[in-house]
């Protein structure tokens, strides 16, 4: 994990308290829609990795917090977005 990797990683860690973000979580962190998000999924494209949980059509989805980090350094700035005040 590089640096940018590690801060994004860091502040996600400190704002959602845990190491894997539901799907709206997700959207909020990445700075989408959950419906954009959800049909990012359908798609399978441009998302971070996910893990489905469960067999079913309606399997739980988690994006680790290490994968929004590596997502976020690769698509969005440093300045505004995500870190904007």
């Known amino acids: ?5 590690n801060l994004y990683f ?3 860690k400190e ?4 190491l894997t973000l539901n799907r709206k979580e997700t959207a909020q962190a990445i700075g989408i829609s959950l419906s954009q998000l959800d ?4 798609a399978g494209v441009g998302l971070p990795d996910y893990k ?3 067999r079913s059509a309606k399997a ?4 680790p917090i290490a994968s929004v980090a ?3 350094a ?3 700035p440093i300045q505004g977005g995500f870190f904007e005040e």
């Open 10 to 12: 860091e502040q996600l």
């Open 52 to 54: 489905r949980i469960g």
């Open 74 to 76: 690769a698509t969005a």
């Open 70 to 72: 590596k997502y976020l």
């Open 60 to 63: 739980r989805i988690v994006f």
């Open 15 to 18: 704002m959602f308290g845990k």
């Open 1 to 5: 994990m590089n640096s940018i990797e």
């Open 39 to 42: 049909k990012l999924l359908r």
